[in-house]
């Protein structure tokens, strides 16, 4: 039950303090990223923990402005690895190391909450300039970027569409 309060407790936070999260802490949030499920545990995803606030800054204008990147202290790029799941075609390319970048955010999502911090999957930018700013091989694609700190907001629940599950 307590895992279910916790996934239904989850928010996104966009506003949080500029105290730096402990790297014990982050370890453990990568930990949880590395449990998800991947496709044939391929693991076709890697994680970038960015502390560099002039590199975050630089991450702000790839993504319209939101500045909350720069303001929290840390924030884990994650990408979809083309290299790793090679074996898998182009099914391989297109889906699944997307699918095991995406498993891995929200398994992160959830132990940033649990530890009582506060994250956002941020995907709306541009993946070539956010690229560029990190100086990633072509075979990596940012699929997130999730800045990570303690929360200075509690935001409320976003409301759920009812029109979207379908028993057959
Ligand atoms: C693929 C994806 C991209 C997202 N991109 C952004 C983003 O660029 N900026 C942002 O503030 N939130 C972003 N979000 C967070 C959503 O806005 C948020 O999950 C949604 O409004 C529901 O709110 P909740 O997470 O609090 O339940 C993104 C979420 C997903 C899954």
């Known amino acids: ?69 720069a303001i929290a202290p840390v924030a884990i790029v994650v990408c979809a690895n083309l290299e790793k799941i090679e074996s898998y075609g182009q099914r391989g390319k297109e889906l699944y190391c997307i699918q095991d970048a995406s498993a891995s955010c929200q398994n992160m999502l959830l132990a940033i909450h649990g530890f009582g911090l506060g994250g956002c999957w941020i995907g709306a930018f541009d993946e070539l300039a956010v690229s560029k700013i990190m100086g990633l091989p072509e075979h990596l694609r940012p699929v997130a970027i999730i800045p990570i700190g303690y929360p200075t907001e509690s935001p409320k629940e976003r409301r759920k569409r009812t029109d979207d599950v379908h028993w057959i």
């Open 1 to 69: 039950m307590e895992l279910i309060e916790s996934i239904r407790d989850r928010r996104s936070v966009r506003k949080m303090d500029t105290k730096p999260v402990p790297r014990e802490m982050i370890e453990q949030i990568l930990e949880a990223g590395k449990s998800a499920p991947s496709a044939g545990n391929l693991q076709a995803r890697d994680f970038f923990v960015v502390t560099s606030k002039e590199m975050r800054e630089r991450f702000v204008n790839a993504a319209l402005g939101q500045k909350f990147i």
